[in-house]
């Protein structure tokens, strides 16, 4: 699949990456991540914040491993079915919009209502073992996270490069792993705004499920590239040129 423009690819899976970060079976463990990570209390989280950040950073490492190796995986198999691009992209599109119908409620198949997960009943001693944390954050399957990093691994084996579809993956860790460093650094701002947000938390998956619909039809209706193209063309010199 031909790129009509890079930057529409890498925006949609920064927001992805957030909106996992924000999904109902997520948000609200991120505090108890933080507590797992550090083995401190949020009152000593708060009075020792550059320790917190250096575990959440390891954390982040850890998951990033995972999530880069899936793309750099999904991307080399789309490369290796070059002829088959035109089918994996409807295919996928296909496959993002049954996501997206899963998020909505709308289909709830038994595979992916089944959680799994890697369990750590207790965290190796250190940084690495915020690492090795996230190694297993980033192996595991949840219900929530899976429709949407599911979406993106579809989008990088549509690309036309390894190196654009480890870089998908990448922005998309980034847009997961910040508001997680954010969280670990100012704890206490976290648990005020999570009060405030957690009514919200049904329009997480809610706006996930439409967005993922959208993205599979224009996977499968070749007017994706088309987008990013028309896109591409309102930016900005200055910008394009860095995109």
Not at 102 to 122: N, S
Not at 144 to 168: E, K, Y
Not at 229 to 240: D, K
Request: charged letters at 10%.
């Amino acid at each position: 699949m031909p790129d009509g423009g890079n930057g529409v690819p890498l925006l949609a899976a920064f927001a992805a990456g957030l909106l996992s970060f924000l999904s109902p079976c997520v948000l609200p463990l991120i505090p108890s991540y933080v507590g797992f990570l550090t083995g401190m209390t949020a009152e000593e989280v708060q009075a020792r914040r550059g320790t917190a950040l250096l575990h959440a950073l390891w954390f982040v490492g850890g998951f990033a491993l995972i999530f880069v190796a899936l793309g750099a995986a999904a991307s080399a198999l789309g490369a290796l079915l070059t002829i088959s691009q035109y089918w994996i992209a409807r295919g996928g599109g296909v496959l993002v919009i049954l996501f997206g119908l899963y998020l909505l409620g709308i289909l709830r198949p038994a595979f992916l209502m089944r959680e799994r997960r890697v369990h750590l009943a207790r965290k190796p001693a250190g940084y690495l073992g915020s690492s090795v944390a996230g190694i297993a954050f980033g192996a595991a399957w949840t219900p929530c996270i899976g429709p949407i990093l599911g979406a993106i691994l579809t989008l990088a084996a549509t690309r036309s490069s390894l190196a654009q579809g480890t870089a998908l993956l990448g922005v998309y860790t980034l847009g997961l792993a910040l508001p997680f460093l954010l969280t670990a650094l100012a704890l206490d701002h976290f648990l005020v705004w999570f009060q405030k947000f957690r009514a919200y938390l049904v329009w997480v998956e809610r706006i996930s499920g439409v967005l993922l619909i959208l993205l599979g039809l224009l996977l499968v209706t070749d007017r994706f590239t088309l987008l990013a193209s028309w896109l591409q063309g309102l930016t900005p010199e200055f910008l394009r040129s860095r995109l």
